[in-house]
């Protein structure tokens, strides 16, 4: 495993472009500390996002988790590229004539995947325990530690993601054409419910089979957080109405997830044993 990490190591750092998306990745994920210093002083309306209890505990592990899944992008961008290098850069072919195996070529990019969103994972709890120790009101431990199975869901949603990225790496081989059909997947998954709402079945039916979806089940993992900022309820309740909205992370969520990242690295090995190198 360690030989394996070893040569991703060397490839992804010796590229310059995966080197700066990298290290852009990990600055924007701390860039959400900025969101702290955001002001609104317009006459005498004085809105500070901070005083919202976007960083109490244990909100703060929620909100985090859904921006910070945002950047994702700058990483999938880095593991197709990582995939059509070695078939530019003929890499693959090279490392399969010095005695690796197309098994071990798989398992080194999904280790590779693995390495991402755990590190991500741990910035992300980094910052968040730092921010939340700066502006939470809330400082009991039991508080603090609490709701961190967002972190669970943030892990598995990258490992999944990625995983569909180093598929789409080595069907297309090409990074900007894999790119382009992850925009185009995207978009055929919002037109399958569109599809189904409007001509076949009911629109919970439909959202309901579109939940099943690689990135919509990916995406249900971590609900957006910000119906649950006390001036939305607030808002709300003024004008009549009523946020309900179930924001826990469910195990059936996570195992669907899990059951997709199986497929596209079993998908991957099954293309690449097959593909004539």
Not at 210 to 224: D, V
Not at 230 to 251: F, K, P, R
Request: aromatic letters at 16%.
């Amino acid at each position: 495993m360690k030989r394996l990490l070893q040569i991703e190591y060397i490839k992804l750092w010796n590229s310059r472009s995966s080197r700066f998306l990298i290290i852009a990745y990990f600055v924007l994920l701390t860039s959400i500390a900025l969101i702290a210093a955001i002001k609104f002083d317009i006459g005498p309306i004085e809105f500070h996002l901070a005083d919202q209890g976007i960083f109490n505990f244990p909100y703060i592990w929620h909100f985090n988790t859904f921006v910070a899944a945002g950047f994702k992008l700058f990483l999938a961008i880095v593991i197709v590229s990582m995939m059509s290098n070695e078939y530019t850069n003929k890499t693959i072919k090279q490392n399969l004539i010095d005695g690796l195996s197309k098994k071990e070529f798989i398992a080194s990019k999904f280790l590779t995947v693995l390495v991402f969103a755990g590190v991500s994972t741990i910035f992300v709890f980094v910052v968040s325990l730092i921010l939340g120790a700066m502006y939470s009101d809330y400082t009991e431990l039991s508080i603090v530690f609490s709701d961190l199975e967002f972190l669970i869901a943030f892990f598995v949603k990258l490992v999944g993601f990625f995983s569909f990225c180093l598929f789409l790496g080595i069907l297309v081989k090409r990074s900007a054409f894999a790119l382009g059909f992850l925009i185009i997947w995207a978009i055929a998954e919002q037109v399958i419910f569109g599809l189904l709402g409007w001509k076949f079945v009911s629109w919970e039916t439909a959202k309901a089979i579109k939940s099943f979806l690689p990135l919509e089940s990916m995406a249900n993992l971590i609900k957006e957080p910000f119906s649950r900022l006390n001036a939305v309820q607030s808002v709300a309740d003024q004008i009549g109405e009523q946020i309900e909205l179930n924001y826990h992370v469910h195990w059936y969520e996570i195992l669907l997830v899990l059951l997709w990242t199986t497929l596209f690295i079993y998908l991957s090995y099954a293309l690449l044993r097959k593909r004539d190198l």
